[in-house]
């Protein structure tokens, strides 16, 4: 089979692999769509090469699967993975947060295991979850990861139609917590440095967009709340300043939800967080049993998850996809099997 690796310094190449085979506990997926992530970029810009096939966000039907497999589970299956996986019995992977076991795990296309970007994947049968017959494979990747981390930050926040949320980024993950912010009933304030990223925002429902290249975005989204501030806010970039401002932009008693990994930031506690009686939450992709409300909030909501999907290749077309994503223009990237 085929799939994708980096040899390092943004360079991105397709090897011959053996196909895999499911031994006890195990599935094989015939992929059907993988999601290009904004964590991938880390590895695709490193100087070293990568071993592992890439590709986290997996989405296909069941090709194979081993002895000890759920009951539920049936060859020819729509499926999505939750793609990790840690020893399987302790509390954290009992809660289905196998990302957080304290034995360790492997992350299936992030550099321990082999990911999507290929013809099969090899994974463990208790990671997968069915696909709604509504939703397509495309979705399905996008919901894996990136749209997924993003819906969970806002419902970990509890949002509704009595929010203003700032959304903070509007790559892949951000331009996801907007359409779902908006799903939500709240109203949404996008902010982002791109212009084609601040027109995907409006174009998915953000009521206004900010350019912090252009303007205070502090001062914008108070300007824009009558001097009081989001309600909450979602930070999706990993920037510095703006793991800042997603604080300073907050109305009292306000919420913040952290899903950008990047580098630390100062923050002012005194002002920023005690005096405002503000709450920060910290959220990493989501559960498995997450994964499931996740589809079915989209299932139930018809949000455009689609419309944010804007670029789509075929897997011989792996350098081009990885160059055009690396320029952080584009909406949310894929990568669709026949």
Known sequence: MRGVTFKGNREAEIQEFPDPHAGPGDAVLRVRASGLCGSDLHRYRAGDPTVMITGHEPCGVIEELGPGAPPGLNLGDRVMCHHYAGCGVCRNCAMGYEQLCPQGRVTYGGGTGHGANADF????????????????????????????????GLSKMDISGKDTVAVFGQGPVGLSGTLSAKAMGARVIAVDVVPERLELARDLGAEYVINPLETDPVEAIRDLTGGAGATASLETSGNPTARQQVLTCLAPFGRCCYVGVGAPAEIDFSRDVIFKVITIYGSWTFSKSELIEIADFFVQTGAPLSRHITHRYTLDQAVEAFQTFDGATTGKCVFLFD
């Open 121 to 152: 994947i090899l994974v463990p049968s208790r990671s997968l979850v069915h696909l709604p017959d509504e939703l397509s494979f495309e979705e399905g990747a996008a919901i894996s990861c990136g749209t997924g981390t993003a819906w969970n």
